[in-house]
T-cell receptor, first 118, second 117 residues
Framework: DTEVTQTPKHLVMGMTNKKSLKCEQHMGHRAMYWYKQKAKKPPELMFVYSYEKLSINESVPSRFSPECPNSSLLNLHLHALQPEDSALYLC?????????????????FGAGSRLTVL | AQKVTQAQTEISVVEKEDVTLDCVYE???????LFWYKQPPSGELVFLIRRNSFDEQNEISGRYSWNFQKSTSSFNFTITASQVVDSAVYFC??????????????FGKGTKLSVIP
């Protein structure tokens, strides 16, 4: 069983809908990440939270809005998406935060939420 | 700038054959970490190994082994006696140990391995 849980596993939404993706971990990790993965491509980083604060936003369009309510939860709110936003959205977490020497930390990934925008 | 190259896009082998997945990287950092992840069709990225840039010892874990050669900037992954369950996409990734970019995990494009029974 994965230690990072993502819901829902599959989501189909229209371009005018508002939906949310959820991610939960109970490993005490203090860094949490959202990645987007298109078919046959590697994951692309979207956002990073470190100690519940947004530390990295990789120039993601505002129709994606992340939220970290507490150290165990990470949400991705979706609004007015485009068909090209259809992808697998992966959540990950790692120990500590994203401080100066955090490069050794292993990212643990969830199974992803497969999003289809019609 | 960092870059990870996995030149093999797709590999097919017959079960029980050995297979090596290549990974070549570029970085200006002196201390960095290299990773391999497996992504089966279910979608989850599964962590396989982490290696720091100062540790050039090869590592073996069951049927898996890794050959890190700093002189050629390569971190190759060998599966011995492949099994159908090894079918997946394998990603090599690089992360600087420290500095402003240490949050960033740079992935290669992945190698899709198909093991045929």
């Amino acid at each position: 069983d994965t230690e990072v849980t993502q819901t829902p596993k599959h989501l189909v939404m229209g371009m005018t809908n508002k939906k949310s993706l959820k991610c939960e971990q109970h490993m005490g990790h203090r860094a949490m990440y959202w990645y987007k993965q298109k078919a046959k491509k590697p994951p692309e980083l979207m956002f990073v939270y470190s100690y519940e604060k947004l530390s990295i936003n990789e120039s993601v369009p505002s129709r994606f809005s992340p939220e970290c309510p507490n150290s165990s939860l990470l949400n991705l709110h979706l609004h007015a998406l485009q068909p090209e936003d259809s992808a697998l959205y992966l959540c990950a977490s790692s120990q500590g935060g994203t401080g100066f020497s955090s490069g050794a930390n292993v990212l643990t990934f969830g199974a992803g939420s497969r999003l289809t925008v019609l | 700038a960092q870059k990870v190259t996995q030149a093999q896009t797709e590999i097919s082998v017959v079960e029980k054959e050995d297979v090596t997945l290549d990974c070549v990287y570029e970085t200006r950092d002196t201390t960095y970490y290299l990773f391999w992840y497996k992504q089966p069709p279910s979608g989850e990225l599964v962590f396989l190994i982490r290696r720091n840039s100062f540790d050039e010892q090869n590592e073996i874990s069951g049927r898996y082994s890794w050959n890190f050669q700093k002189s050629t900037s390569s971190f190759n992954f060998t599966i011995t006696a492949s099994q159908v369950v090894d079918s997946a996409v394998y990603f090599c990734a690089l992360r600087p140990y420290s500095g402003a970019g240490s949050y960033q995990l740079t992935f290669g494009k992945g190698t899709k391995l198909s093991v045929i029974p």
